[in-house]
C-alpha cells in the first residue's frame, strides 16, 4: 500500500538559502536608503531653521541701520544696537552669555565682539519661531553686518558633511 512519488515539490535547502540571501541584500540596501534619507531630512530641517532666523535677523540689521542713518558715533550704535537687537529682538550679546555658551562659539571660530548675539529660546519665541528647536549644546548664533546689511546665522552643532563640520548658513547652504 505504500506508494512511491515520483513527482515531489517543495522549497529545495538550496533554493532556501538563495531566497535568504535576496533578502538579506534588500533589507542592506533598505536600511541604507533609510538612513541617508534620516540624514537628508536631518540637513534640511536644520537648514530650515537656520533660514527663519536669518529672515527674522535681517529686519533687525534692516532696523539698526535705518536708526543709526549717517555716521552715527559709536555710543549711538551702542544704544540702538541693545534697543533693537537685545530689547525688541531679545537676543543677547555673545559677551553677555554663559560660559558654555561662548565656548561653542569659541569653537566654531566666532568671538564676543559687539555684533555677534546668541538666539535663546526667548528670541526664537519672539521671532513667531516656536518650532525652531534646540537640542543639548545646540545654540544659534548671528553675526550682524550693519553696513552691508546682511547677517550670518551659526548652529554650534553644525553639519558633518563628509568629516568636514559645516556651521554656518552659507557653509550649509552649499551642501548638495
Avoid: H, W
Wanted: one cysteine or more.
Amino acid at each position: 500500500m505504500l506508494k512511491k512519488i515520483n513527482n515531489q515539490k517543495g522549497v529545495t535547502l538550496l533554493m532556501l538559502v538563495i531566497m535568504i540571501i535576496v533578502m538579506l541584500i534588500i533589507a542592506g540596501i533598505t536600511i541604507y536608503s533609510g538612513t541617508e534619507a534620516i540624514q537628508r531630512a536631518g540637513l534640511e530641517n536644520l537648514k530650515t531653521n537656520l533660514l527663519l532666523i536669518e529672515a527674522k535677523t535681517k529686519e533687525y540689521v534692516e532696523e539698526v541701520s535705518f536708526k543709526m542713518g549717517t555716521k552715527p558715533d559709536e555710543s549711538k550704535r551702542t544704544e540702538i544696537r541693545q534697543e533693537v537687537y537685545e530689547t525688541e529682538g531679545k537676543l543677547v550679546a555673545l559677551s553677555n552669555t554663559n560660559q558654555e555658551v561662548q565656548n561653542a562659539a569659541s569653537e566654531i571660530g566666532l568671538t564676543t565682539s559687539d555684533v555677534c548675539y546668541y538666539v535663546p529660546r526667548v528670541a526664537l519665541d519672539n521671532m513667531g519661531l516656536n518650532q525652531v528647536t534646540e537640542g543639548d549644546g545646540d545654540y544659534y548664533l548671528v553675526e550682524f553686518d550693519e553696513t552691508n546689511l546682511s547677517v550670518e546665522i551659526y548652529n554650534t552643532k553644525g553639519y558633518d558633511d563628509n568629516g568636514t563640520m559645516k556651521y554656518s548658513l552659507t557653509d550649509i547652504d552649499n551642501i548638495e
